[in-house]
C-alpha cells in the first residue's frame, strides 16, 4: 500500500499531519459512511449535493435518475469529486482559535463512467442496497427491468483518492495550558433509534440483519 | 417567507415534493449541522471539502488558514456551493429500487466575499465557537491578534438557498406491499458519548454549557 499521494491535486496541503494514503483506511471510511456529498461543476457553477454511494474493490459507485442534473453532467466525463466525511467529535480547546473537530474525510477526484454492462449494473445496486444495511439484497425484491432503465449508474475509479483524519484531544497553546477552561473531545457517533415499521407492515418480526445492523450503530 | 425558489439554479427539479424554500427550515438545518461541505472549482477541477460553518442571520461564514487553496480561491469571488446535509435515517422498502435515506439538506450557491472588518471577523469567530457548543465563546480565551492575522473569514450570502428533505416511511408499490419482507425506517442520530476530559487539563468540573449541549445530543 503506497503512503504517498497517488496524485498532486489530492495530496493534502493543510495540516499534513493528517493526510492518509494508505487503501485500506481509505475504504474502511468509504465503507462506514452513508452518505457522501458529489461535486460537479454546470454552466461553471460547482454543486454539491448528498448522495448515497457504495465501493466495490477500486470504485465507487453513484447512481440517480436518468434526468438527474447530477447524473447527466457526469456522465459526459466532467470531471467530479466525491467526498465522504465520518464526524467524530467536537474538540473543545481553552482558546476559541484551537477549537475543531475530529473526523474522518475521504476526497476522490476524476471522472465517472456511465456503466453499460447489465451485470455491472445489477452488482453495483445489490452493493447499494448492501452498503445501507448489510445482508439486505438477499430479502429484497430485485429490480425489475423497468426500475433499471430508468437508474443510471456512474463508476468512478479509486485512482486519485486521500484521506484527512484528526483525532484525540485539543492542542491548545503551552501559555494557555493554565487556564481554568474545561478543555477536551466531546465524541459524536451516527446511533441508531428504535427501528419503525413502516404503517402498512403486517407484523413481520424484525429480521435478523436488520437487528445486527443496529447492534453496531448503538 | 417565500416557498418558492429565490433562483432557478436553486430549485429542486428531481423529487419536488422534498423542496424546502422558507428560511425558517433552512436555518434551523443549517443551524443543526456542524459540518458543511463547499465546492469550489481550481484549474476546472471541482473539489469538495468538508468544513465547520456558521449561520449569522442572512450569511454563512466559513474560516480557513490564509494558505488554504480554499480560502484563496473562494476569496477571488468564484462561485462556490455550501451543503449542510443532515442524515436522519435509513429507509428500508421491500423493492430494493425503493430503498432511500431521510434526510434534510440545505444548498447555499453564490459567491462569497472575504470578510475583512475587524468587528464582523471577530463575530463570525464568536459564531464558529458557538456553532459547536451554544456558550461556549465566553468561557475560553478570544483570538489574538496573531491568530487573527493568520485567519481568513469568508461570508457567503443566504440568497440563493433551497432545501431537500425526506422523511417518513418507504413508498412501496401496491403490488410489493403484500410481500414478506419487513419494511420501515431505521433512525440515525449523531450522538454525544461521554466527555474526554484532555490528558493535560487538571481536574475541572465539566462545565454547565457542556452537560447543556451533551444533553441535547442524546
Given at each position: 500500500?503506497?503512503?504517498?499521494?497517488?496524485?498532486?491535486?489530492?495530496r493534502v496541503r493543510r495540516a499534513p499531519q493528517r493526510a492518509v494514503y494508505e487503501r485500506e483506511?481509505?475504504?474502511?471510511?468509504?465503507?462506514?459512511?452513508?452518505?457522501?456529498?458529489?461535486?460537479?461543476?454546470?454552466?461553471?457553477q460547482p454543486y454539491v449535493i448528498p448522495m448515497l454511494h457504495a465501493r466495490v474493490?477500486?470504485?465507487?459507485?453513484?447512481?440517480?435518475?436518468?434526468?438527474?442534473?447530477?447524473?447527466?453532467?457526469?456522465?459526459?466525463g466532467a470531471p467530479c469529486s466525491v467526498t465522504a466525511t465520518l464526524l467524530d467529535g467536537i474538540v473543545l480547546a481553552r482558546s476559541a482559535f484551537h477549537h475543531s473537530a475530529n473526523y474522518r474525510s475521504v476526497t476522490v477526484l476524476g471522472s465517472a463512467t456511465l456503466v453499460r454492462d447489465e451485470d455491472e449494473r445489477m452488482s453495483a445496486l445489490r452493493a447499494f442496497t448492501q452498503q445501507l444495511v448489510p445482508g439486505r439484497w438477499e430479502h429484497v425484491?430485485?429490480?425489475?427491468?423497468?426500475?433499471?432503465?430508468g437508474t443510471q449508474v456512474l463508476a468512478l475509479a479509486l485512482d486519485e483518492v486521500?484521506?484527512?483524519v484528526r483525532s484525540g484531544p485539543?492542542?491548545?497553546?503551552?501559555?494557555?495550558?493554565?487556564?481554568?477552561v474545561w478543555a477536551g473531545e466531546l465524541p459524536l457517533a451516527l446511533q441508531a433509534g428504535e427501528p419503525r415499521p413502516d404503517p402498512q407492515q403486517d407484523?413481520?418480526?424484525?429480521?435478523?440483519?436488520?437487528?445486527?445492523?443496529?447492534?453496531t450503530r448503538r
Open positions: 500500500m503506497p503512503a504517498t499521494p497517488t496524485s498532486r491535486r489530492v483506511q481509505i475504504d474502511a471510511i468509504l465503507d462506514e459512511a452513508i452518505v457522501c456529498h458529489v461535486g460537479f461543476v454546470d454552466d461553471g474493490a477500486d470504485v465507487v459507485y453513484l447512481h440517480g435518475s436518468t434526468a438527474s442534473r447530477m447524473v447527466r453532467t457526469l456522465a459526459t425484491r430485485p429490480p425489475s427491468r423497468q426500475e433499471m432503465k486521500s484521506a484527512k485539543p492542542v491548545d497553546d503551552d501559555e494557555d495550558l493554565a487556564l481554568d407484523a413481520i418480526t424484525l429480521p435478523e440483519h436488520v437487528r445486527a445492523w443496529r447492534a
